[in-house]
């Protein structure tokens, strides 16, 4: 295999060497020529990311770096590592770890250009010339992986507030994860029964013909399939995934392929966690802003039987806030935004926007309308509109529960609770990626001056960029700060792990139950 692997680094040092480009003069970051040089060439590599920062990042507005000293200083320093490539002798010992060492000088230059930036959405991702393999560099992760509360994760099960001893009403009470599992394994098992059917009338059948045999053997292990998943886990959401695949492969007969639902395209759809406590306080924590895939009208089979029960779970919690203030008995609400990682503005009517009227109005935006760094469009308002039902906003308090994993959406939810009369947050300082994105996944079609470029996992770089600089009323940028708590609490994972009790938001119950 070593040998295998020097044959291989020889051709790659070759070619390195040779593909370099005499001229200097930098034409388009994304010109094909320029990406295939990249490929071969730490040099070419660095010169598509420069021009690519150059023109796309959003961000320079608020940057105090001086981006063309950057390329004077560091081009000739990568050009160094292709010299150095170039010079390693493939039949020496030390080959494999001269290569490695080429490659950890490149990503620690990276890192020392790149950490400095703001934005907080940002990451850059290199495919090594020399090894071909990926990292990645984010200058957000870099600075927020040194806070002492990044690794706290708040954990969902709160069933120990299920307690009628306790504040919360059991059938008040619902998580959609596990409610989605069994509904999904219901489905496979009677799935599983029209397949045994079928299987059975086969066997019935003196004479088969080839084609049958075939659908025969697809059927049996389709049983066999849903089977396992059945032993494995009854309340797993990944089982669609799993069941789907297999369905894909074998082509069921009388069974049409299901697809991939775009709710399970990447992996489970959103979670959701409701309930209302007997004294009037109404929560809801989401892990990601994706509630507008699963609550379409569009979806169907068992993605339509989900999505119906998310509908029912957030219209009748939604009903209930409104019911509760006509009767004066709601005492206020919470949004639990830890561990967030953001997702679609879509969403914001759901969370939010669920409780105000109107439209949420948070700043400004710029976007990027030409090539100079600082070229952007005039600032227009940043808002989100609120749901359409909603005739008047909720009066009683609200509470934003943040820790550093609450990013972008999450953030921005934030934001528009603490703007909003008698809102406050609680908990730890927000991760601070407050911009939007565009990602349909296809960035070829993006052809501004801003957003992600490359292909992931294709191109030697890859840009992972905001489309917009996002201005807040009364802060300008929070890029890299987030947002501070009004109430700064450090989640006590001790006391959950021995106690099952969630210290943020038991805080949060306090401070609605008596102002303090």
């Given at each position: 295999m070593?040998?295998?692997?020097?044959?291989?680094?020889?051709l790659?040092?070759?070619?390195?060497?040779?593909?370099?480009?005499?001229r200097?003069?930098?034409?388009?970051?994304?010109?094909?020529?320029?990406?295939?040089?990249?490929?071969?060439?730490y040099?070419?590599?660095?010169?598509?990311?420069?021009?690519?920062?150059?023109?796309?990042?959003?961000?320079?507005?608020?940057?105090?770096?001086?981006?063309?000293?950057?390329?004077?200083?560091?081009?000739?320093?990568?050009?160094?590592?292709?010299?150095?490539?170039?010079?390693?002798?493939?039949?020496?010992?030390?080959?494999?770890?001269?290569?490695?060492?080429?490659?950890?000088?490149?990503?620690?230059?990276?890192?020392?250009?790149?950490?400095?930036?703001h934005?907080?959405?940002?990451?850059?991702?290199?495919?090594?010339?020399?090894?071909?393999?990926?990292?990645?560099?984010s200058?957000?992760?870099?600075?927020?992986?040194?806070?002492p509360?990044?690794?706290?994760?708040?954990?969902?099960?709160?069933?120990?507030?299920?307690?009628?001893?306790?504040?919360i009403?059991?059938?008040?009470?619902?998580?959609?994860?596990?409610?989605?599992?069994?509904?999904?394994?219901?489905?496979?098992?009677?799935?599983?029964?029209?397949?045994?059917?079928?299987?059975?009338?086969?066997?019935?059948e003196?004479?088969?013909?080839?084609?049958e045999?075939?659908?025969?053997?697809?059927?049996?292990?389709?049983?066999s399939?849903?089977?396992?998943?059945?032993?494995?886990?009854?309340?797993?959401?990944?089982l669609?995934?799993?069941?789907?695949?297999?369905?894909?492969?074998l082509?069921?007969?009388?069974?049409?392929?299901?697809?991939?639902?775009?709710?399970?395209?990447?992996?489970?759809?959103?979670?959701?966690?409701?309930f209302?406590?007997k004294?009037?306080?109404?929560?809801?924590?989401?892990?990601?802003?994706?509630?507008?895939?699963?609550?379409?009208?569009?979806?169907?089979?068992?993605?339509?039987?989900?999505?119906?029960?998310?509908q029912d779970?957030?219209?009748?919690?939604?009903?209930?806030?409104?019911?509760?203030?006509?009767?004066g008995k709601?005492?206020?609400?919470?949004?639990?935004?830890?561990?967030?990682?953001?997702?679609?503005?879509?969403?914001?009517?759901?969370?939010?926007?669920?409780?105000?009227?109107?439209?949420?109005?948070?700043?400004?935006?710029?976007?990027?309308?030409?090539?100079?760094?600082?070229?952007?469009?005039?600032?227009?308002?940043f808002?989100?509109?609120?749901?359409?039902?909603?005739?008047?906003?909720?009066?009683?308090?609200?509470?934003?529960?943040?820790?550093?994993?609450?990013?972008?959406?999450a953030?921005?939810?934030?934001?528009?609770?603490?703007?909003?009369?008698?809102?406050?947050?609680l908990?730890?300082?927000?991760?601070?990626?407050?911009?939007?994105?565009?990602?349909?996944?296809?960035?070829?079609?993006l052809?501004?001056?801003?957003?992600?470029?490359?292909?992931?996992?294709?191109?030697?770089v890859?840009?992972?960029?905001?489309?917009?600089?996002?201005?807040?009323?009364?802060?300008?940028?929070?890029?890299?700060?987030?947002?501070?708590p009004?109430?700064?609490?450090?989640?006590?994972?001790?006391?959950?792990?021995?106690?099952?009790?969630?210290?943020?938001?038991?805080?949060?119950?306090?401070?609605?139950?008596?102002?303090?």
């Amino acid at each position: 295999m070593k040998h295998l692997y020097t044959a291989i680094l020889a051709l790659a040092i070759i070619t390195l060497a040779s593909c370099r480009q005499d001229r200097e003069e930098l034409l388009s970051y994304n010109n094909t020529a320029n990406m295939m040089a990249a490929k071969e060439s730490y040099g070419e590599q660095f010169k598509v990311m420069w021009n690519a920062m150059n023109t796309n990042y959003a961000a320079w507005e608020i940057e105090d770096i001086d981006w063309d000293n950057i390329y004077t200083a560091y081009y000739p320093r990568f050009v160094e590592l292709d010299t150095l490539a170039s010079r390693i002798d493939t039949d020496s010992p030390d080959a494999v770890d001269r290569v490695i060492e080429i490659q950890s000088k490149a990503q620690a230059m990276y890192e020392e250009i790149l950490s400095p930036l703001h934005d907080g959405h940002m990451t850059l991702m290199f495919i090594d010339p020399l090894t071909k393999e990926s990292y990645a560099v984010s200058p957000a992760h870099i600075r927020n992986q040194a806070r002492p509360d990044f690794g706290e994760d708040a954990a969902w099960d709160l069933s120990h507030y299920i307690d009628v001893t306790n504040d919360i009403e059991a059938d008040n009470y619902i998580q959609m994860y596990p409610l989605m599992g069994s509904l999904i394994m219901d489905w496979l098992v009677q799935e599983a029964a029209k397949l045994q059917e079928a299987a059975d009338e086969y066997a019935s059948e003196e004479t088969h013909t080839a084609t049958e045999e075939i659908e025969q053997f697809q059927r049996i292990s389709m049983i066999s399939t849903i089977n396992r998943i059945q032993e494995k886990c009854s309340n797993d959401p990944s089982l669609y995934k799993d069941v789907a695949t297999a369905y894909n492969n074998l082509i069921v007969p009388n069974h049409p392929a299901l697809g991939y639902s775009p709710i399970f395209a990447d992996e489970v759809p959103a979670d959701m966690l409701l309930f209302i406590t007997k004294d009037g306080i109404c929560y809801m924590r989401i892990s990601k802003f994706l509630l507008g895939e699963v609550m379409s009208d569009d979806l169907t089979g068992i993605e339509a039987i989900i999505g119906q029960q998310y509908q029912d779970a957030w219209q009748s919690w939604h009903n209930t806030i409104y019911q509760l203030q006509r009767e004066g008995k709601l005492k206020g609400v919470i949004f639990d935004m830890r561990n967030n990682g953001g997702g679609s503005t879509d969403d914001f009517k759901y969370v939010a926007g669920s409780v105000m009227a109107g439209k949420c109005v948070l700043g400004t935006m710029k976007s990027k309308n030409g090539i100079g760094r600082l070229d952007y469009s005039p600032a227009v308002p940043f808002y989100f509109d609120c749901h359409k039902s909603n005739t008047e906003s909720i009066t009683a308090p609200i509470i934003a529960i943040t820790n550093v994993h609450s990013v972008s959406m999450a953030e921005m939810t934030t934001i528009a609770v603490k703007q909003k009369e008698g809102g406050i947050s609680l908990g730890t300082t927000t991760w601070g990626g407050c911009t939007t994105l565009i990602t349909n996944g296809d960035y070829s079609e993006l052809t501004d001056y801003a957003g992600t470029f490359g292909v992931q996992g294709e191109t030697p770089v890859f840009g992972y960029f905001p489309y917009h600089l996002c201005l807040y009323t009364g802060m300008g940028a929070a890029e890299s700060k987030g947002f501070t708590p009004d109430i700064e609490v450090r989640y006590d994972a001790d006391l959950y792990n021995q106690t099952g009790r969630d210290n943020q938001l038991e805080r949060a119950f306090q401070y609605l139950r008596t102002g303090r």
